[in-house]
């Protein structure tokens, strides 16, 4: 089993697979941290009270200013092929079955059975299905397959990737975050999933989406037509596309306002641009820790040699303890700015790639991901 993503490393091998363990991942929103069996059991995804249950979607005053958002955690145990079930590509799917219009998904790499059963069973419900691909890590299966069954998939040949991983319904309902839609992503690798419901993020994504599957616009040469500054429910938001916007330089104008805690998990960290304005931080007194995936953090490349080389007690970063991938992208600021998406700390991503992140300011949004951080931070391996 191969593990291929934005790394500037090329490929990685796994470890085989161990026996069998817990399948679910964590949910945490306002209410807390449960299990995604738990949530399917209680039938939370109802129309009329579950995720895509929450207010009227031609209300104007939703979509100008509505936010609601859940957070979904990865288990990243890693049970048998065969043992794989109640993941969360079961959670996305349940959302893309009670679509009433139209499904919009940018996959790097789709092969979760749950989500493919899904978009072909809203294709025979006469629902628009568009589906893009980045065509070396999404397997031709997939694709051959939803071709058969009527769907239009839109894939991007260039040697830069189409890196993306979300999910619009209707237009109005947006998942993102570090999750491949794929089975490996699902149950064996440490990502984030999140759910919004707002319109206006919603809006910007489905530019983003139109860019690609309408124009065949990819990476660099993809227009700046949307949103990058919004207040969603009173909360300040912003949402940026790579790599037609510069995205490194402007996680970096925010990593600079940190006044008191930087956290980061990051699958690959390779951008000056970021590492010095951790740095420069840290340098000034602010309390640093971050977790890199491990396979490639030993790289001339890799920022972990410049952390560990600028030799401050309050910068300390190790390197991740799973034995597969940590495959977030994450920073949490002062306990409530938090940056996440598609988008790897890395010069591919800001300079080739298609991508996206998105930046909360919120204190009780930054809890669940400070909780996944202290999980990670104490699987790490201590240097």
Request: glycine share 8%; proline share 4%.
């Amino acid at each position: 089993m191969s593990q291929i993503d934005d790394n500037d490393y090329g490929e990685w091998t796994a470890a085989p697979d161990p026996a069998p363990t817990s399948n679910t991942g964590r949910y945490a929103g306002i209410g807390g941290i449960i299990t995604i069996l738990l949530i399917l059991a209680i039938g939370y995804f109802g129309l009329d009270g579950g995720l895509l249950g929450n207010g009227d979607p031609a209300d104007p005053e939703l979509i100008t200013d509505y936010f609601d958002y859940d957070i979904l955690f990865t288990s990243a145990t890693c049970p048998a092929t065969a043992d794989r079930e109640g993941g969360i590509d079961e959670v996305v799917a349940a959302t893309i079955d009670e679509a009433r219009q139209q499904i919009d998904i940018a996959a790097f790499d789709l092969d979760s059975k749950p989500i493919i059963d899904a978009l072909i069973a809203a294709e025979e419900r006469n629902l628009t299905v568009r589906v893009v691909v980045d065509n070396e890590h999404t397997p031709k299966a997939t694709i051959d397959r939803l071709r058969r069954n009527g769907t239009s998939v839109i894939e991007d040949k260039r040697s830069a990737l189409m890196h993306n991983k979300f999910v619009i319904i209707d237009g109005r309902y947006l998942w993102t975050g570090s999750m491949n839609f794929a089975s490996t992503g699902v149950y064996c690798n440490n990502n984030n999933l999140v759910w919004l419901d707002a319109p206006q993020l919603a809006d910007n994504y489905t530019a983003e989406m139109d860019e690609m599957y309408i124009d065949r616009a990819f990476g660099p040469t993809s227009p700046r037509n949307n949103d990058t500054k919004l207040t969603l429910g009173g909360i300040p938001v912003e949402n940026y596309f790579a790599s037609e916007h510069e995205v490194a330089r402007s996680i970096a104008r925010v990593v600079a306002r940190a006044e008191r805690e930087i956290l980061f998990m990051a699958f690959s960290f390779t951008n000056e641009d970021i590492g010095e304005a951790i740095i420069e931080r840290a340098d000034d007194g602010v309390f640093v820790q971050g977790v890199i995936e491990k396979t490639g953090a030993d790289t001339a490349a890799s920022y972990l040699n410049d952390f560990r080389r600028a030799k401050l007690d309050n910068l300390e970063v190790r390197k991740d303890g799973n034995r597969r991938l940590m495959h977030h992208k994450v920073m949490i600021i002062d306990g409530r700015i938090t940056i996440f998406g598609s988008f790897n700390f890395s010069n591919a991503a800001a300079d080739n790639n298609d991508e996206n992140v998105i930046i909360i300011d919120d204190p009780t949004f930054a809890q669940a991901f400070i909780e996944e951080f202290e999980i990670v931070w104490s699987e790490a391996e201590i240097p």
